[in-house]
Every structure is written in structure tokens, then in C-alpha cells.
T-cell receptor, first 113, second 114 residues
Framework: AQSVTQPDIHITVSEGASLELRCNYSYGATPYLFWYVQSPGQGLQLLLKYFSGDTLVQGIKGFEAEFKRSQSSFNLRKPSVHWSDAAEYFCAVGSSNDYKLSFGAGTTVTVRA | EPEVTQTPSHQVTQMGQEVILRCVPI?????FYWYRQILGQKVEFLVSFYNNEISEKSEIFDDQFSVERPDGSNFTLKIRSTKLEDSAMYFCASRVEFMNTEAFFGQGTRLTVV
């Protein structure tokens, strides 16, 4: 069965500092990987996705993520965070032969001035 | 930009009552999903729906739950007899096709069972 681990429950970062959120997955086949963001009271917005090809993917709002098959990881990064990046971030895994997505528990990001 | 629309945004119901959560997926999408997120927990898959039938369901999706696409545009989740533990945010999602596509999520319906 597929699963996703987000080791960090909560991260606090200063505005303008860099951010990295960790995601590790467990899946037998080639995974589809996603990062979603959820602002308070809002739905899930897709930040970026990986299906195949270039392992460094660019997303919206200045985010990027790198797929590392050898480490079963898909970490999310942003060079300089803005106060509006405060939210909960979810990593999710799917595949070409599985309809559903499996989500990690999420990482809450707090941005301090 | 096309989006998945869910109504209502918040519903309060008494235990034992039936509720129907409604979703309008993006118009050219073919795959439809319901997920739920109990407060403070991860987003969990409930059911997927394609070609007017359930393609996969989780253990959570028992006989109390059903889904329907009654008119080619709406996609509904019915809970027949709600329990306190059904209180959660319910998300609808849709995908245009199966391969190499992402799911688009609605804003969610917060269901509170009292």
C-alpha cells in the first residue's frame, strides 16, 4: 500500500528565509507526486506535481520540489518565504494504476515577521 | 479558471439524520472523488467514481455512504444516518483523465454532527 510521511508537523520560519518541507513516500510502482497547500478555512490548492521526466519541478508561488527516487523523497522548497505562505502543506502520492491519492499528515508553516 | 464547486460550505446536522453533500466538478472531467479530513488529521480517500460507477472505495466508505451523479453535472455524497464521528471536512475532487493528470479540489464542506 502506498503511504506518505511528512516528518515535520510544524515549522516556523522568518519572512525572507528559505523553507524546505520534507516528504517521503512508500510505493512499489513509479509514483505520481503532488504538493497541495491549504490556507485556514480553504480548500486544497495544487502547488506542483511530478509525473515523469525532469526530477526538479517548478510550481506556483515560487515553490519547487525535487524527486529523488533513491531516497523516496519529494521535498518542497522555497528560497524566500512571504507572510502569505503561512498555511498547511500536504504531500500526496498517486500512480498510473491507482485512482486515489494518499496524503501525508501535513506540515503547518508559520511565518514570523 | 474552471473550478470544483461544493455546497454547502458548512452543514450542521443531528445524529441519525441523512445529509447530502453536493459538488459540481469541472465540466470536462471524467473522474470524481470524495475525500474527508477529520479535524487535525490527514486527508483520507473515501471513493472514486468513473463512468457512472464506483471504481474504488476505502474501508471508511461503508453502507452508510453512497455517491451519485444524478444529472451529468452534479456529484453527490450521501450519508444515510450520520454519526458524531462523521464530523469532518469533505472534499470533492475531479480529474480530466486518469493518466498524468492532477486532481482539482473544491473548497470543502464542513459537516458538523451534533
Amino acid at each position: 500500500a502506498q503511504s506518505v510521511t511528512q516528518p515535520d508537523i510544524h515549522i516556523t520560519v522568518s519572512e525572507g528565509a528559505s523553507l524546505e518541507l520534507r516528504c517521503n513516500y512508500s510505493y512499489g510502482a513509479t509514483p505520481y507526486l503532488f504538493w497541495y497547500v491549504q490556507s485556514p478555512g480553504q480548500g486544497l490548492q495544487l502547488l506542483l506535481k511530478y509525473f515523469s521526466g525532469d526530477t526538479l519541478v517548478q510550481g506556483i508561488k515560487g515553490f519547487e520540489a525535487e524527486f529523488k527516487r533513491s531516497q523516496s523523497s519529494f521535498n518542497l522548497r522555497k528560497p524566500s518565504v512571504h507572510w502569505s505562505d503561512a498555511a498547511e502543506y500536504f504531500c500526496a502520492v498517486g500512480s498510473s494504476n491507482d485512482y486515489k491519492l494518499s496524503f501525508g499528515a501535513g506540515t503547518t508553516v508559520t511565518v514570523r515577521a | 479558471e474552471p473550478e470544483v464547486t461544493q455546497t454547502p460550505s458548512h452543514q450542521v446536522t443531528q445524529m441519525g439524520q441523512e445529509v447530502i453533500l453536493r459538488c459540481v466538478p469541472i465540466s470536462n472531467h471524467l473522474y470524481f472523488y470524495w475525500y474527508r479530513q477529520i479535524l487535525g488529521q490527514k486527508v483520507e480517500f473515501l471513493v472514486s467514481f468513473y463512468n457512472n460507477e464506483i471504481s474504488e472505495k476505502s474501508e471508511i466508505f461503508d453502507d452508510q455512504f453512497s455517491v451519485e451523479r444524478p444529472d451529468g453535472s452534479n456529484f453527490t455524497l450521501k450519508i444515510r444516518s450520520t454519526k458524531l464521528e462523521d464530523s469532518a471536512m469533505y472534499f470533492c475532487a475531479s480529474r480530466v483523465e486518469f493518466m498524468n493528470t492532477e486532481a482539482f479540489f473544491g473548497q470543502g464542506t464542513r459537516l458538523t454532527v451534533v
